[in-house]
């Protein structure tokens, strides 16, 4: 059985991909490890509307049980999928309609973080 621990694979990684397998727009992966304390990766996408939102968000869920990874700690905001929050632990993923995105600006937010390179290593 593979190993399940979130620090073993890459699932930020995973769970930008699974996004991204949804039609997802602007994903991003924001390393804030070394400055929040409780989780290593941001990851922050778009879906066009509330419907896309929720396929991204099961999409997310969905691919990384199938690889037998972590299952999300909490999952907030699926009642208006404006803005999805699923808490992983060691990365969160969040999922933005684009006007919410676009208000609070969260990457703006944590711009002077690192950025994680990962589609380059997604296709590995």
Same mark, same amino acid.
């Given at each position: ?14 769970? /930008? @991909? /699974?996004?991204?397998?949804?039609? !997802?727009?602007?994903?991003? #992966?924001?390393? *804030?490890?070394? *400055?929040?304390?409780?989780?290593? +990766? ?5 879906? /066009?509307?509330?419907? @896309? $939102?929720?396929?991204?968000? =099961? ?8 690889? &037998? ?5 909490? #999952?907030?905001?699926?009642?208006? !999928? @404006? ?7 060691? +990365? ?6 684009? =006007? $919410?995105? =676009? &208000? &609070?600006?969260?990457e703006r937010l944590w711009g002077d973080r690192p950025r994680v390179a990962w589609q380059t290593a997604a296709n590995k």
């Amino acid at each position: 059985m593979t190993d399940t621990t979130a620090d073993s694979h890459d699932w930020h990684i995973v769970a /930008a @991909q /699974a996004a991204e397998d949804k039609i !997802a727009t602007d994903t991003i #992966i924001i390393d *804030v490890g070394d *400055v929040i304390g409780i989780t290593e +990766f941001f990851v922050i996408t778009s879906g /066009a509307n509330t419907r @896309q $939102v929720r396929a991204i968000v =099961e999409s997310v869920e969905e691919e990384i049980t199938r690889l &037998y990874g972590p299952k999300p700690i909490r #999952i907030e905001g699926m009642d208006s !999928a @404006q803005w999805v929050l699923m808490d992983f632990g060691a +990365f969160v993923v969040h999922v933005f309609t684009t =006007e $919410v995105r =676009e &208000y &609070y600006e969260l990457e703006r937010l944590w711009g002077d973080r690192p950025r994680v390179a990962w589609q380059t290593a997604a296709n590995k």
